[in-house]
């Protein structure tokens, strides 16, 4: 008997077994995926084990199983002979892959030791899933706003892309007119009280928007206007209830004026390009995607930028061609005004609505509601809003006129509505206060008064 220690190896090989799973480029969520492991052994195989790793590494769920023992369904492996090894495919194919899919994979193979079927030889092979995912929604909204227009300072605008469902974070960027908009990086938003913002880098101009001599004239009286100490028309009154002095002798009634839009600038407006200024941040979703905020801040020029068409792109692995959302930025022009009911009667609640432009506005303008040459029924100065209400309007109100003044950043522009009031014939004529309300027949009110003259005399 031979008692060389290397001899059972040499009667009885335990055989060898390697396993390996072909990599896989990132794949697009809702596409079919098959993972193939491939192992090499000239043992016989005793079980296959596929696992979807989780919690990074802690738990493996079984998600495939092929044991040799109580099956002899070979359908899903395919074999040939080489070299005198049998070779092996194991695939697992997920037919609609999702973004919670994405993780490691292992597969798990074991053959019996050629010395003893007691025994079990294992080997594994782990590939990572990368599941990718299109941008679901893109947007493109300005910032802080409904703001008013600002027609002596210059201030800060902010256009803000949010793209939303990609995962990796796509890339964001923003053109002008079609034409890439070359930003200064920002890691962090500028301070509000910043001013306008400015860089080292030359300005280009932009000479298909430079301006004319018409808007060049009305800007030169402005500022004549501002340095002879007056206030030009389009100004808007400061909110106080303390009447300005130089207004007591100014007449209280008001013709009703065409829709003007209020396009005049001083002198810190320039026709040269801005700088542009541009910030990212990145939100993570419970599901694996991020939320992309690209933020482009610019020192406004209502004179240029007014009708600048800005796009929003955005490029992705997962994308055939880039995804698009565009806005294009216009001053609010021809409120068109809407009033409820129609024929208004003493006593009826009246609504004063603006329901939209002569063009589209970007971005949403804000609303100031006046009462020409007197306060409104509250007794308020003006109210902001897109709707006035006016409740139980008093006969008093017959002929009264309204200015509602819509405005953004670009520009604002004024209209006036007249609210015409009809006698009401379930409220007899004289018995409504101020408010519009009943206040009892004329006889009660002559009694009290009488009676209060009786008692004067006595005393």
């Known amino acids: 008997m031979l008692t060389c220690p290397h001899l059972r190896f040499l009667l009885f090989p335990i055989g060898y077994l390697t396993v390996n799973i072909e990599p896989l480029p990132p794949v697009v969520a809702g596409d079919a995926v098959t993972l193939k492991c491939n192992f090499k052994t000239d043992g016989r195989m005793r079980e296959i084990v596929w696992y979807r790793v989780t919690d990074g ?183 106080s209830l303390t009447p300005d002095p130089s207004t007591l002798f100014q007449p209280t009634t008001e013709n009703v004026p065409e829709t003007v839009v209020s396009r005049e600038f001083p002198r810190w407006v320039h026709s040269n390009e801005p700088i542009y200024f541009l910030r990212h941040s990145h939100t993570p979703g419970s599901d694996g995607t991020v939320e992309v905020r690209a933020l482009l801040t610019w020192t406004l020029n209502p004179q240029i930028d007014n009708e600048a068409l800005f796009s929003c792109e955005v490029k992705h692995p997962a994308l055939s061609m880039p995804m698009q959302a565009e806005v294009t930025l216009v001053a609010p022009k021809g409120p068109k005004i809407m009033m409820t009911p129609s024929r208004a009667r003493v006593g009826d609640t009246v609504r004063i609505l603006v329901h939209g432009f002569q063009n589209e506005v970007f971005p949403e303008p804000m609303f100031t509601w006046t009462r020409v040459g007197s306060r409104l ?24 006129m309204y200015r509602c003044t819509a405005q953004n950043p670009l520009g604002s522009t004024d209209t006036h509505t007249r609210l015409i009031v009809f006698e009401n014939p379930n409220i007899a004529r004289g018995t409504e206060d101020s408010n519009g309300s009943a206040s009892g027949p004329p006889g009660v009110r002559l009694t009290l008064v009488l009676a209060l003259t009786v008692v004067l005399e006595l005393t």
């Open 377 to 400: 029924l509250d007794g308020s100065t003006e109210f902001d809003g897109k709707e006035l209400v006016l409740e139980r309007v008093p006969a008093e109100l017959n002929g009264s």
């Open 57 to 239: 590494g802690t738990i493996k769920q079984k998600i495939f199983t092929f044991d040799a023992m109580f099956s002899t369904n070979y359908s899903h492996m395919e074999n040939y002979r080489k070299r005198e090894d049998l070779v092996y495919q194991s695939t697992v194919r997920l037919p609609e892959v999702r973004i919670s899919d994405n993780g490691p994979y292992e597969c798990h193979v074991g053959i019996y030791d050629r010395a003893t079927r007691e025994k079990v030889v294992l080997a594994s092979g782990n590939i990572f899933l990368n599941v990718m995912a299109p941008p679901t929604s893109i947007e493109v909204v300005a910032a802080d706003m409904p703001a008013p227009f600002s027609r002596y300072q210059a201030q800060n605008f902010t256009l803000v892309c949010i793209v939303s469902g990609g995962k990796p974070a796509p890339m964001v960027y923003f053109k002008r007119d079609g034409e890439p908009i070359e930003a200064v990086p920002l890691s962090e938003p500028p301070a509000a009280s910043s001013g306008p913002l400015q860089d080292s880098r030359p300005f280009r101009s932009l000479l298909h928007r430079d301006l004319d001599d018409t808007k060049m004239h009305r800007s030169l009286s402005l500022l004549d206007a501002e340095n002879r100490g007056g206030r030009p028309y389009t100004e808007r009154p400061a909110r």
